[in-house]
């Protein structure tokens, strides 16, 4: 929704409250009135998020004809550049919906059945305005948002301004407008289960670090104690030195095998210099060694860890969610819009518009754990390889495997740039031409480890049972993905593969809401393949 034209010539007023008829809609939304916006939606009872609160018919108008008369009219504020140039004017109450900078409601255009389809993205209480998002041009002063007018100015954001709103293929998707939500406010916010973008099918496991292999460590300064009545005093000395911190807490203070005894000092990474401890008898001098970087969530984690180092134990609360951050959601919003356009752009150069993307991760503890200065994105090949393995998901495999096993690889970007750069990698063509590595720098990369520990995959297909397969082999963290496979799908559609007995890995599957076929947003996307295609 927004004004084609900025140069209109006519005035557009705001329609008197006594014009506002009495309408109350199926879905419990009715017609108001308010004092800035005029006629205004709202809504007559609660709903739930992600309903469909209204399916408006559209009424389209040429190019030629908007051009020559619609634009000089007050359509002008009413209007959707719709497909071929045309306009499209939504009957019912779609024209009605006021703009907001935090809508509670998205739109998609369906040029199948020439209609706009309205969705909540959030709940909503009874009396509240739905509202949507009209582009960040706006063409009026917008009454919730001071910030409105700077942004058409100064901000490209990714939007394209209004002219990106406009264009063909370019509708405002689902997923801008959800980086329009979470791009605002605190990235430190916690989001409440209820209002996350998507459904989490499958968490985590705690037995996710069971394997000796997973254990992530760090080095720490440690001394022996010669004496056992020794400990306590350097145990008090600990304390006033200022060396104990809050992310030692995972760690337990004295090591003590068979007669040796150890006391933990500090961890490097906050002490990069050799501690000066107290004058003590039998006190050896400090040495590093390697100890666990998280608390155990589990018996055969603790057991692990403890190799390492005597660590916590704290298992998680049955039933316990994770907690997403505005922040993360936003990371996880934009890696998909990432891989949808990936996607599209496949399909259009022939391919089946099916692609993956794994991202940097966002939490620093996965960072340091993964080691992937880059991110990866791939297609589906199968295509133009002939291939029948060629699938997106084994291609992003397959390229971050060979990127971190070349041992002759070398980075044409100093590992020690200071700030992020981006740089390409060309990777063997066995993978297909389009598998591509958009490479920001941070760290040296761990030519030892092929496998995709501690790392998210963003899928726009759910994965054929192959695939998750696969990903589980490659020990995955957690997969994203946007339309579910119904005949084909092996996370949560046909079968859950990392949810089997006797697999000896699982990861979190995480699906978007509302993208079932021929129903919800990502059905705009132009990424719709047939139900019985292996993703
Ligand atoms: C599609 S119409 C929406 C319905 C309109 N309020 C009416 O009464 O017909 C778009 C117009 O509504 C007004 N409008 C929409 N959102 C607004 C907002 N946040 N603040 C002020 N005016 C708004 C602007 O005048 C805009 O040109």
């Not at 007050?74 to 779609?94: E, S």
């Not at 099918?201 to 460590?217: C, F, G, P």
């Not at 049955?318 to 505005?326: A, F, L, S």
């Not at 520990?453 to 054929?464: N, R």
């Amino acid at each position: 929704m927004a004004a084609a034209h900025a140069e209109t010539n006519y005035t557009f007023r705001i329609p008197p409250c006594s014009r506002v008829p009495d309408h109350l809609n199926s879905s419990g939304l009715r017609i108001g009135y308010s004092v800035e916006k005029g006629r205004a939606v709202y809504a007559a009872r609660f709903l739930e998020p992600q309903t469909v609160v209204e399916i408006s018919p559209v009424l389209l108008f040429t190019s030629t004809e908007y051009e020559e008369h619609g634009r000089y009219t007050v359509l002008d504020h009413y209007t959707f550049r719709w497909r071929d140039g045309r306009m499209a004017l939504a009957l019912g109450l779609g024209s009605l919906f006021n703009h907001s900078q935090n809508p509670n409601v998205s739109y998609t255009l369906d040029h199948d059945t020439d209609s706009i389809r309205y969705t909540t993205t959030r709940r909503i209480e009874e009396g509240e305005e739905l509202c949507i998002f009209y582009g960040h041009k706006l063409w009026f002063d917008a009454a919730d948002s001071v910030d409105a007018g700077t942004l058409s100015e100064d901000l490209d954001d990714g939007w394209g301004r209004l002219t990106r709103v406009h264009n063909l293929g370019d509708e405002i998707s689902g997923l801008d407008i959800q980086i329009a939500k979470y791009a605002e406010g605190n990235p430190q916010d916690p989001v409440e289960e209820e209002d996350l973008p998507f459904t989490r099918i499958k968490l985590l496991r705690d037995d996710d670090e069971d394997e000796l292999s997973a254990v992530r460590t760090q080095p720490a300064w440690v001394a022996d104690v010669a004496e056992a009545r020794h400990t306590a005093t350097m145990l008090q000395w600990l304390k006033k030195s200022g060396l104990e911190t809050l992310t030692m807490s995972h760690l337990k203070r004295i090591r003590k095998q068979g007669q040796k005894l150890t006391v933990l000092l500090a961890l490097t990474s906050e002490c990069p210099h050799v501690p000066v401890l107290p004058d003590l008898p039998g006190l050896s001098d400090p040495y590093e060694v390697e100890v666990p970087s998280t608390v155990a969530l589990t018996q055969m984690s603790l057991k692990h860890k403890n190799t390492f180092w005597p660590t916590v134990y704290a298992p998680r609360r049955k039933d316990e969610v994770e907690e997403w951050t505005r922040g993360r959601v936003l990371w996880a919003c934009e890696a998909l819009k990432r891989v949808v356009q990936e996607a599209r752009d496949a399909g259009q150069c022939g391919e089946l518009p099916i692609a993956t993307h794994v991202p940097i991760p966002y939490e620093e503890e996965d960072k340091d754990a993964a080691q992937l200065p880059a991110s990866f994105v791939s297609r589906d090949t199968r295509t133009s390889t002939s291939h029948p393995l060629r699938h997106a998901v084994l291609n992003t495999i397959r390229a971050i495997a060979d990127y971190r096993a070349s041992p002759t690889y070398t980075p044409s970007t100093p590992a020690a740039t200071p700030a992020a750069t981006s740089v390409s990698i060309s990777l063997p063509a066995t993978t297909g031409s389009s598998t591509s590595v958009a490479m920001e720098v941070h760290a040296p990369r761990n030519g030892a480890h092929y496998l995709l520990t501690s790392l998210s995959l963003f899928t726009t297909h759910e994965p054929c049972i192959m695939c998750s397969m696969a990903l589980l082999h490659s020990r995955v963290k957690e997969v994203f993905y946007l339309v579910p496979m119904s005949d084909t799908g092996g996370c949560g559609s046909v079968t859950c593969v990392p949810a089997l007995k006797g697999v000896n890995h699982r990861y979190n599957i995480v699906r978007w809401k509302d993208c079932d076929r021929d129903r919800g947003w990502a059905d705009g996307e132009g990424i719709m393949i047939a139900e019985d295609t292996d993703a």
